[in-house]
């Protein structure tokens, strides 16, 4: 059974950084996409960045220029590294994996809270 374990949230101040994990345990392979997704209270969940097989990154225009989604593949984990703060980027942070194997899956990670103070 595939688990994808997500790490290095916490509460920083406005202007500081966080770097987020996310490592995947068990039989997966063929990881297609990772990717990061957020959901603030009241709100929907969105997409905040993406990594393909072949890294090529996409990133919500709220991020751009201040997070940076990296992979490891040998360690079927994900990156999120996350500077420049803003009270506004705080959610609970998601990881994302698709995997083609057999068919497509899709699994999620159970979620670690990002707050940043003002």
């Known amino acids: 059974q595939v688990q994808l374990v997500e790490s290095g949230g916490g509460l920083v101040q406005a202007g500081g950084s966080l770097r987020l994990s996310c490592a995947a345990s068990?039989?997966?392979?063929?990881?297609?996409?990772m990717a990061w997704y957020r959901q603030a209270p009241g709100k929907q969940r969105e997409l905040v960045a993406a990594?393909?097989?072949?890294?090529?990154?996409n990133y919500a225009d709220s991020v751009k220029g201040r997070f940076t989604i990296s992979r490891d593949n040998a360690k079927n984990t994900a990156y999120l590294q996350m500077n420049s703060l803003k009270p506004e980027d705080t959610a609970v942070y998601y990881c994302n994996f698709v995997a083609l194997y057999r068919g497509a899956s899709s699994y999620w990670g159970q979620g670690t809270q990002v707050t940043v103070s003002s």
């Open positions: 068990g039989s997966i392979r063929s990881i297609q996409t």
């Open positions: 990594i393909s097989s072949v890294d090529i990154t």
